[in-house]
């Protein structure tokens, strides 16, 4: 059983930066990609950036050059830097273990105001 536990969320303007943080209760980043995802108000759930063991990342065409997914092995922590950030990137956002069943965390939420 692996837990997530993501942080760094909040309220910032529009243009502004945040830095969640994921951090799982094992060292699985060899053996698990690793994703970010959101989930709009009144909207589904979406997949933001992924991060592949082998250190391959892949993101949605809404958040491409905005966006940095990253990891720190020794910490067993996963990142999401977030700049120029906009007000429809405001929803709950969720990080998310790729192996086996999947592993996600309670989620942390981002408001960009306008």
């Known amino acids: 059983q692996v837990q997530l536990m993501e942080s760094g969320g909040g309220l910032v303007q529009a243009g502004g930066s945040l830095r969640l943080s994921c951090t799982a209760s094992?060292?699985?980043?060899?053996?698990?990609?690793m994703g970010w995802h959101r989930q709009p108000p009144g909207k589904q759930r979406e997949l933001v950036a992924t991060l592949t063991p082998g250190g391959s990342t892949n993101y949605a065409d809404s958040v491409k050059g905005r966006f940095t997914i990253s990891r720190a092995n020794a910490r067993n922590t996963v990142y999401l830097q977030m700049n120029s950030l906009k007000p429809e990137d405001t929803g709950v956002y969720f990080c998310?273990?790729?192996?086996?069943?999947?592993?996600w965390g309670q989620g942390t939420q981002v408001t960009v105001s306008s």
């Open positions: 094992a060292n699985i980043f060899s053996i698990s990609a």
């Open positions: 998310n273990a790729l192996i086996g069943a999947g592993y």
